[in-house]
């Protein structure tokens, strides 16, 4: 299984102390290097850097894509990334949460996963307390994710 992961899974189970949730569920991960500059060296949040960069050690690895495909939509760095990164790897699973990377990943023909997909897979497989518990620990912190 070949997964890749756009920025938004990995800050919201970072920030609250969950990223292993992708570790359990898929194993290794891939992120291109945008997002890795994104979420790790661009932040200023401490506990999303240290464990975001920790995990580059562990289960996520960080790739640089070598295709650069022409999108149809305007895409951020990160989203570009990750679609160039899936579409090379012929990834199985795509982890991303932006609304127009979204679309344009369907017609890739891509479906991709939501953070709050991967939240309650993680509650039904019993590895995170509840579904709702970790949505309220988001909510607190201000991160808003589409159903």
Known sequence: MIVVSNSSPLIALAR?????VLKELFGNIFIPDSVYRET????TITIQK?????????FIEVVTP????????K???GEIGVLN???EKHSNILLIDDKKARNEARD??????????????AAKREIIPSYEHIMMKLFKLGIYLPE
Not at 50 to 58: L, M, P, R, V, Y
Not at 66 to 73: D, E, G, P, Q
Not at 109 to 120: A, K
């Open 16 to 20: 609250v102390g969950s990223l292993y």
């Open 40 to 43: 790790v060296l661009e932040t």
């Open 50 to 58: 240290a464990d975001i960069s920790k995990a580059t050690n562990d």
């Open 66 to 73: 070598t295709i650069h495909h022409t999108f149809r939509r």
């Open 75 to 77: 895409l951020g760095k």
């Open 85 to 87: 990164l899936a579409l």
């Open 108 to 121: 890739l023909g891509f479906e991709p996963t939501f953070t709050t997909d991967i939240v309650r897979i």
